[in-house]
């Protein structure tokens, strides 16, 4: 880090712009990895035997400091290996609940079925997250806001008469839902009511958004924590796909609403500055580092 701030090298102070479509191989010296991840920060905090000795560590949250962040951007690991074993134990172990994994498939299996036709084989259906109205979100992020118009230019990519799944804060009798209703079949979770009866309504929200992130285009409303996380299940379910782009953490079929951001995942990007407005390729990309299969296979640099 010394080294980074003294420009002993000649370099200017990393820009993330400086990565954008350009990441960073895993292999490189753990100096370019790190220039990569700072995201215009200029102090780093050690993991020291002080920490590792103590029985808590505490993360203050105040006016000066809110963790609202994803673990991988304020994370480093010098050795690659650990920073994809790190990646993985999120990704495998820190997952909801059975109940609610088991109720989100059982809906993606009715979705499956009422999408079945001669034209879609596959029964594909397709998802979108519109959050409006929750809490301050919207005097917060005028920006992510979009009208009926615009929503509907942003959708036109998929095809007319296609299920598209609806997870949304809006009230369901808004004149969004029934400009949408008049170009696609649109369901919500109240559509499968009886695959979640007894399920406590506070894990509605969570089966809605495994549901949405096994759709086949998703599309999320930027800003959105919500919609943030449906992207980074994408990724993780991109690479255990083998699906195109995997290597640059590339999703080629998830968008947000917004035209400014709407292909945001059409690039691999570093992390940078708001974290929480999105998710980043890093938390998926190379993930399998480290297993011999994957290794192997795709050549994980």
């Not at 947000?256 to 500055?273: C, L, R």
Request: net charge positive.
């Amino acid at each position: 880090m010394d080294g980074i701030l003294s420009h002993s090298d000649y370099r200017e102070f990393p820009n993330p712009l400086d990565y954008q479509g350009r990441p960073v191989p895993l292999s490189a010296p753990p100096n370019e990895r790190l220039r990569e991840i700072l995201a215009e920060r200029r102090r780093l905090c050690l993991y020291s035997n002080e920490m590792q000795d103590a029985t808590l560590v505490h993360f203050p949250s105040g006016k000066e400091a809110r963790l609202f962040m994803q673990f991988y951007a304020f994370s480093f690991f010098e050795d690659p290996r650990q920073a994809s074993w790190s990646s993985r134990l999120i990704r495998d172990h820190l997952r909801y609940k059975d109940v609610i994994m088991c109720a989100a498939a059982r809906i993606i299996e009715a979705l499956k079925q009422q999408s079945h036709s001669a034209s879609n084989p596959t029964g594909t259906y397709h998802s979108l997250h519109l959050r409006r109205t929750e809490g301050s979100f919207g005097s917060q992020y005028k920006k992510a806001l979009v009208s009926s118009e615009e929503l509907m230019q942003s959708l036109s990519i998929i095809e007319a008469n296609s299920t598209i799944f609806v997870s949304s804060d809006e009230k369901r009798d808004h004149q969004i839902f029934k400009e949408l209703s008049e170009k696609y079949n649109i369901v919500m979770l109240e559509t499968f009511q009886n695959l979640v009866d007894g399920l406590n309504p506070n894990f509605h929200g969570m089966v809605e958004q495994m549901i949405a992130a096994k759709a086949g285009i998703f599309f999320g409303t930027y800003y959105s924590t919500y919609s943030g996380f449906i992207s980074r299940l994408r990724g993780y379910y991109s690479v255990q796909n083998e699906e195109d782009g995997i290597v640059e953490g590339i999703l080629r079929n998830t968008f947000y609403i917004t035209s400014e951001q709407k292909n945001e995942y059409a690039i691999s990007k570093a992390v940078q500055k708001p974290f929480f407005s999105r998710e980043f390729p890093i938390a998926w990309r190379n993930i399998n580092r480290g297993l011999k299969s994957a290794d192997k296979k795709w050549k994980l640099r």
